[in-house]
């Protein structure tokens, strides 16, 4: 029989769990303290649980998170986690302090089958979804594993803000995600605040409505073009998604969202979409009153990698990108690059995947039509070789 993983389990189902072993439900939230709030895995130490508990729980049961494969710290305070998922993938987490907050980025899956132009994990395929508490397991690592290292005082937590922006679209891992986030919000768990657990998704727009009534959270949504023709060749989820309906769920988003405004991110592509046109475009879009949406955008400056084929915005274009958007009465933020000695930066995540979509030929195979807007000029991006494509351990 093989042990369960008691992170796999939220509050409902430790109590269930607890029931099926004969106790009573209560005894769930001591144990989930224990495992969440106290860092705790060894259920001897748990030394206010019922004994009988205790000795059910050795042996059938283990608190454990995925095996470590390395750790780099960078120079600015961000660390990076590797951890191996088996059959030869790994996934990343990325811790990254900052004065008032510690945001920990956490990977949904081990690659990616949305497969968007300019991410590194994109261009890796897809090997395989995380399990709840594989997802939650990260969070549970990092947070003990931080609390000793920085010698946090008991009760002092190390981590104040989630971000869903690691490898893979946690959208299209739906049916684990929402009892991490369960966890992560839990009082007795990490009692972390909806408006700090931020889930980033590139556009799964029913998924986005389920959120909405399962879990509302903090929604930050992958823009990165202004209209369909572009985003349909940097995003392909918006073939089958396209623009007027993800507004949509992004208006629906916010009757029941923490936050009265959905993040939009925004790579910065050189002379792919980061002209004053396409700012003024953008403006045009989430400004209208009937198809728009209250947001803000924070502008990515992107972090190239061979294989894309593509260019950083120059940081004059990305300031004067957003200046357009300012203007225009819109919040734009430039996002700091963080960990970038250590290839922690946003899309920099590749983790090693086994690709069962195939992603790599594909991506290698077909050149790309990228449109200027506002131009009659099509860019054709031709991605490059499979023999240069990164990977990064
Ligand atoms: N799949 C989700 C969350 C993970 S990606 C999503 O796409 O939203 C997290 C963020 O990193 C997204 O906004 C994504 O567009 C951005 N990103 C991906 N590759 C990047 C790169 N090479 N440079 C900068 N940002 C990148
Ligand atoms: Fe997947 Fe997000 Fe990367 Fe697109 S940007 S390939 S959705 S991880």
Not at 148 to 173: D, W, Y
Request: net charge neutral; glycine share 8%; with cysteine.
């Amino acid at each position: 029989m093989t042990a369960t993983n008691l992170l796999e389990l939220d509050r409902d189902a430790l109590a269930a769990y607890c029931e099926q072993l004969g106790e009573k439900r209560f005894r769930a939230t001591q144990l989930f303290r224990w495992i969440h709030q106290k860092g705790a895995s060894d259920f001897s130490q748990m030394s206010d649980l019922a004994r009988s508990l205790r000795d059910k729980l050795a042996g059938r049961a283990v608190v454990s998170a995925m095996p470590l494969v390395s750790e780099q710290a960078s120079s600015d305070g961000t660390v990076k986690w590797l951890f191996d998922v088996g059959g030869g993938n790994a996934v990343e987490t990325v811790f990254i302090p900052e004065d008032d907050r510690g945001t920990l980025c956490i990977s949904s899956q081990a690659g990616c089958a949305v497969g968007c132009r300019f991410c590194s994990t994109g261009h890796q395929g897809f090997s395989r979804n995380l399990t709840t508490g594989e997802i939650v397991g990260q969070l549970w690592f990092a947070e003990h594993h931080l609390r000793q290292r920085l010698g946090l005082a008991e009760g002092t937590r190390a981590i104040s803000n989630v971000v869903m922006m690691g490898m893979g679209e946690p959208l299209q891992n739906y049916a684990a995600l929402l009892p991490a986030l369960r966890m992560m919000l839990d009082d007795h768990g990490y009692g972390l605040s909806r408006r700090r657990v931020t889930v980033s998704t590139s556009g799964m727009v029913r998924m986005i409505d389920r959120l909405r009534h399962d879990c509302p959270v903090a929604l930050a949504v992958s823009l990165h073009a202004p209209n369909d023709a572009l985003r349909d060749s940097l995003v392909p989820l918006n073939r089958k998604h396209p623009l007027d309906q993800l507004l949509a769920a992004c208006r629906h988003y916010l009757d029941n969202a923490p936050r009265d405004f959905i993040t939009f991110e925004y790579c910065m592509l050189d002379g792919v979409n980061d002209s004053d046109a396409q700012a003024r475009e953008l403006l045009a879009l989430v400004g209208n009153p009937a198809t728009g949406v209250s947001c803000k955008f924070n502008l990515i400056p992107f972090n190239p990698f061979p294989a894309s084929g593509l260019k950083r915005s120059s940081n004059e274009r990305v300031a004067a990108f957003a200046r357009v958007l300012q203007e225009g009465g819109l919040v734009a933020t430039v996002r700091k690059t963080r960990g970038e000695d250590i290839d922690a930066a946003c899309g920099q995540l590749a983790g090693e995947v086994q690709d069962r979509t195939n992603a790599k030929v594909r991506m290698t195979r077909a050149p790309v039509q990228l449109h200027r807007v506002g131009s009659a000029a099509a860019v054709a991006i031709q991605a490059g070789h499979a023999d240069r494509l990164e990977t990064r351990t």
